[in-house]
């Protein structure tokens, strides 16, 4: 159904909710908001509806997507869950937080989505329109940042729609996103071990190997550059140059700031909206402040670390 050349915009209303569901069922490509970033959704049981998804966004196919479903239940249809995944998924689910679990057999996904790997990354958002319309089909829905690929996520639909427009069917405008910043990414190993693959707005107590391209991609993310403005990004800046857009925090005065406050929480979840911007400003360089290292500031500087790779 993509490739309209105008995409429709419903409000996350349960007429818009419906209409959705009925765009999904056909193998069409729906924007949502989850709590996180807004989510580019096709029904992640139908090969040709997940290839619309790498189509619209130009994503690499090594690439995996993460499956959102309704919860634990909906989960174990598609995965192995050990006591220690049913562990975390009954402390974060709904929630921020994706699991990468060995896929089941029988799971019955589109190979795409897990790009040839035997493991499949899964999560039940709390946002609930996104709620709302896995209820109304049943169906896993992957869905990977609306937005094309290796460039700035979208936290509201404006944001979508600045690079998806005419290439996907429907918007759902649910509003600006709270989190501001993608899932936390855990992988349960065979042996119960967590390895952290990608920081989020969650600190559950393990950490991953870094940034970089690890031997192979497990999960959405991990690719050295992503996130990307489309202009050189320098980091850790206190003042702007002359030719630069300056992105503050804290005591740092800038165009556009991502907490003047200093709060890590605020600044993820202004910081795509302050990359937007600055992707749209006339400077053709792009300065960032420093942010603290800690909490969801690791996540953030994740992101910017990508940006300017």
């Known amino acids: 159904m993509s490739g309209k050349n105008v995409t429709e915009v419903r409000l996350a209303d349960a007429a818009g909710i419906a209409e959705a569901a009925r765009c999904l069922e056909s193998g069409g490509l729906v924007a949502v908001p989850t709590e996180t970033v807004y989510g580019l959704a096709a029904r992640a049981d139908s090969a040709e509806a997940v290839a619309r998804i790498y189509a619209a966004k130009g994503r690499p196919d090594f690439n995996p997507l993460i499956v959102h479903v309704a919860g634990l239940e909906q989960a174990a249809r598609y995965a192995e869950v050990s006591p220690e995944a049913r562990a975390l998924a009954e402390a974060y689910w709904p929630g921020p937080l994706t699991l990468v679990l060995p ?28 709620q709302a319309l896995l209820a109304a089909t049943g169906f896993p829905l992957a869905a990977p940042s609306a937005n094309r690929s290796g460039f700035i996520s979208p936290t509201c639909a404006d944001h ?68 990307a403005p489309g202009k050189p990004v320098r980091l850790n800046a206190l003042a702007a140059e002359a030719d630069e857009f300056l992105i503050g925090f804290g005591a740092v005065q800038s165009d556009c700031t991502l907490s003047a406050s200093g709060d890590v929480n605020e600044a993820a979840a202004r910081l795509y909206a302050c990359l937007h911007e600055a992707a749209r400003a006339p400077q053709p360089r792009i300065a960032v402040a420093p942010v603290p290292d800690e909490g969801v500031g690791r996540a953030i500087n994740d992101r910017l670390r990508r940006a300017a790779a």
Not at 103 to 128: E, I
């Open 103 to 130: 896929r089941r057999r029988d799971a019955g996904l589109a190979d795409a989505v897990t790009a040839g790997l035997p493991t499949v990354a899964l999560r039940a958002p709390a946002h609930p329109a996104m």
């Open 160 to 227: 979508v729609l600045a690079s998806l427009n005419g290439r996907i069917d429907m918007v759902i405008d649910g509003g600006p996103t709270s989190a501001g910043v993608e899932s936390t990414i855990v992988a349960v190993r065979a042996d119960g071990s967590i390895e952290e693959l990608r920081p989020g707005p969650l600190q559950i107590g393990v950490r991953g190997e870094g940034g970089g391209v690890k031997a192979r991609v497990e999960a959405p993310g991990q690719l050295a550059s992503h996130y």
